[in-house]
């Protein structure tokens, strides 16, 4: 039987062949844009010593993809982007959408946990587009959910609508009331409180540190004299690169740099809410004699950039500012204060979370693989990837932006001072080597056939593009593996 009622089939058999006995909890805390290369884990002091310092920090965890439908959706699949076909933030680039409804969500990890015994519970942002009327509406709730709290669209912090396991939940503007963090807070303690038993699954999705970076009241004053950094690439002409980066105004105006200051610091402000949330979750864990059987995530969809390669803010790109996400984990059987040096993608989570319940995520459509070994056996280090795809969906308007006629149609996110920072043809996908070589090669879609190629051992920065230097046969080597990950799915992207 093939097709999808065939993989379900198979999804159901494999979770019928589960391990039996008590099974770990999972929480997991996925913040929105927040990078891990501008500082944007400083905030997060709590967060740090009850994960980080008591766990694990994965040094190179990396986004497949710099975007949050699509990112968001490799999360919760295992998939890369090409596998579950989500190519931006709108309805008709697949995010949420009645295909993806129908032929992505019956296979993301709560599916799995949530057959396995698990209660389930997710609060906060999910999918750019989850509650649009075309896809289901409010009423729609997401398959493997048992509580469901899902922010309608995108990023708010007041002013919103949620979804309460299907049923409309209007917010204001009132802080006590209404501010987004706090209500996911509220909502994950109150779950907690009422748990019939174990085990969970708990998904808790804050909207910090994306736009509109709404802080709590008590928090607007906070880090007033900050500003963004101005090492590496900041300011700098994006020389030698595609020609969306080359197109940004070098140096930046007064203006831009101001602008990006501003939204630096407002961004910081909102992740100090989530660092109360994260604190509080942890003692209401501990109070339930719950924390020593839970393992705890903290990561990012993706990461963010303010005024690198003089592209004032906005995610979107190749570069490390933009892929880097930050991950801590700490749980049973894994030590304290350990950094881990291989490469983990967002989707390994997955596989992650179906190994905690004692399910085999090789046996799945997952292209992930489980990182629990490395937590809790140093002897499966030898078997991990050393290099794996970064691959993005340009997008733009076909027509051109009112405040920007100079520009003409096919960019888009153009702001402030008509910086565009997406292109139709801003379309790339990209191998990314740790060892033995530190190493980054991409291929733009576009009519250059555009390459770009970094020694990161020698160019952290990622300042000079040493395609036309590199020996013509080592491109060869690195083009092969890039159409070798671009086709792959499941055990071939493994392999």
Same mark, same amino acid.
């Given at each position: 039987m093939?097709?999808?009622?065939?993989?379900?089939?198979?999804?159901?058999?494999?979770?019928?062949?589960?391990?039996?006995?008590?099974?770990?909890?999972?929480?997991?805390?996925?913040?929105?844009?927040?990078?891990?290369?501008?500082?944007?884990?400083?905030?997060?002091?709590?967060?740090?010593?009850?994960?980080g310092?008591? $766990?694990?920090?994965?040094?190179?965890?990396?986004?497949?993809?710099?975007? %949050?439908?699509?990112?968001?959706?490799?999360?919760?699949?295992?998939?890369?982007p090409?596998?579950?076909?989500?190519?931006?933030?709108?309805?008709?680039?697949? %995010?949420?959408?009645?295909?993806?409804?129908?032929?992505?969500?019956?296979?993301?990890?709560?599916?799995?946990?949530?057959?396995?015994?698990? /209660?389930?519970?997710?609060?906060?942002?999910?999918?750019?587009?989850?509650?649009?009327?075309?896809?289901?509406? @409010?009423?729609?709730?997401?398959?493997?959910?048992?509580?469901w709290?899902?922010?309608?669209?995108?990023?708010?912090?007041?002013?919103?609508?949620?979804?309460?396991?299907?049923h409309?939940?209007?917010?204001?503007? #009132?802080?006590?009331?209404?501010?987004?963090?706090?209500?996911?807070?509220?909502?994950?303690?109150?779950?907690?409180?009422?748990?019939?038993?174990?085990?969970?699954?708990?998904?808790?999705?804050?909207?910090a540190? #994306?736009?509109?970076?709404?802080?709590?009241p008590?928090?607007?004053?906070?880090?007033?004299s900050?500003?963004?950094?101005?090492?590496?690439?900041?300011?700098?002409h994006?020389?030698?690169?595609?020609?969306?980066?080359?197109?940004?105004?070098?140096?930046?105006s007064?203006?831009?740099?101001?602008?990006?200051?501003?939204?630096?610091?407002?961004?910081?402000?909102?992740?100090?809410?989530? &660092?109360?949330m994260?604190?509080? @979750?942890?003692?209401?864990?501990?109070?339930?004699?719950?924390?020593?059987?839970?393992?705890?995530?903290?990561?990012?969809d993706h990461?963010?950039?303010?005024?690198?390669?003089?592209?004032?803010?906005?995610?979107?790109q190749?570069?490390?500012?933009d892929?880097?996400?930050?991950?801590?984990?700490?749980?049973?059987? *894994?030590?304290?204060?350990?950094?881990?040096?291989?490469?983990?993608?967002?989707?390994?989570?997955?596989?992650?979370?179906?190994?905690?319940?004692?399910?085999?995520?090789s046996?799945?459509?997952?292209?992930?693989?489980?990182?629990?070994?490395?937590?809790?056996?140093?002897?499966?280090?030898?078997?991990?990837?050393? &290099?794996?795809?970064?691959?993005?969906?340009?997008?733009?308007?076909?027509?051109?932006?009112?405040?920007?006629?100079?520009? $003409?149609?096919? *960019?888009? /996110?153009?702001?402030?001072?008509?910086?565009?920072?997406?292109?139709?043809?801003?379309?790339?996908?990209c191998?990314?080597?740790?060892?033995?070589?530190?190493?980054?090669?991409?291929?733009?879609?576009?009519?250059?056939?555009?390459?770009? *190629?970094?020694?990161?051992?020698?160019?952290?920065?990622q300042?000079?593009?040493v395609?036309?230097?590199?020996d013509?046969?080592?491109?060869?080597q690195?083009?092969?593996?890039?159409?070798?990950?671009?086709?792959?799915?499941?055990?071939?992207?493994?392999?």
């Amino acid at each position: 039987m093939g097709g999808p009622l065939g993989a379900l089939l198979a999804a159901w058999l494999l979770l019928a062949a589960g391990s039996g006995g008590a099974k770990d909890n999972i929480l997991l805390v996925l913040t929105d844009d927040q990078d891990r290369e501008m500082g944007g884990m400083t905030p997060m002091k709590k967060t740090t010593s009850l994960i980080g310092q008591l $766990g694990a920090t994965f040094a190179n965890a990396f986004a497949v993809t710099p975007l %949050c439908c699509p990112s968001r959706s490799s999360i919760l699949t295992g998939r890369y982007p090409h596998n579950h076909l989500v190519r931006n933030n709108s309805l008709e680039g697949n %995010c949420s959408s009645p295909a993806w409804q129908k032929f992505q969500e019956p296979f993301t990890f709560p599916v799995y946990l949530q057959r396995q015994g698990y /209660q389930t519970f997710y609060a906060g942002k999910y999918l750019n587009q989850y509650g649009d009327p075309k896809a289901g509406g @409010i009423q729609y709730m997401p398959p493997g959910w048992s509580y469901w709290l899902g922010l309608v669209g995108n990023s708010k912090y007041y002013n919103y609508t949620l979804s309460a396991n299907g049923h409309e939940e209007k917010h204001g503007e #009132h802080y006590e009331e209404d501010y987004l963090t706090d209500i996911i807070t509220n909502r994950s303690l109150q779950f907690l409180e009422k748990l019939s038993h174990p085990p969970f699954l708990m998904v808790l999705a804050p909207p910090a540190a #994306h736009s509109p970076w709404t802080a709590a009241p008590h928090y607007k004053s906070a880090y007033s004299s900050i500003k963004a950094p101005r090492n590496g690439s900041f300011n700098v002409h994006g020389k030698d690169k595609h020609w969306l980066i080359r197109q940004a105004k070098t140096p930046m105006s007064n203006t831009s740099i101001e602008f990006l200051d501003n939204v630096y610091r407002e961004r910081w402000q909102t992740l100090l809410s989530v &660092d109360d949330m994260v604190e509080k @979750i942890f003692e209401k864990l501990k109070t339930l004699h719950l924390l020593d059987s839970t393992y705890v995530f903290y990561t990012s969809d993706h990461g963010y950039h303010t005024g690198q390669f003089s592209l004032p803010i906005d995610k979107r790109q190749l570069y490390e500012f933009d892929i880097r996400v930050p991950l801590l984990v700490r749980g049973p059987g *894994v030590k304290p204060n350990q950094t881990h040096l291989q490469p983990v993608l967002n989707i390994d989570l997955g596989p992650t979370f179906l190994d905690i319940a004692g399910i085999d995520a090789s046996q799945t459509s997952m292209d992930g693989q489980s990182f629990l070994p490395l937590l809790v056996n140093e002897t499966h280090k030898s078997k991990w990837r050393s &290099d794996f795809l970064v691959e993005y969906t340009g997008e733009g308007h076909t027509h051109q932006d009112p405040h920007c006629p100079a520009l $003409g149609p096919g *960019v888009s /996110q153009c702001f402030p001072d008509c910086v565009c920072e997406d292109a139709f043809n801003n379309t790339y996908a990209c191998v990314r080597t740790l060892s033995p070589i530190n190493l980054q090669y991409c291929e733009f879609a576009d009519a250059q056939n555009f390459v770009e *190629v970094y020694n990161l051992t020698s160019d952290p920065h990622q300042l000079f593009n040493v395609v036309k230097t590199v020996d013509p046969s080592q491109l060869e080597q690195m083009n092969q593996r890039l159409i070798k990950l671009q086709a792959c799915s499941g055990v071939t992207c493994r392999s």
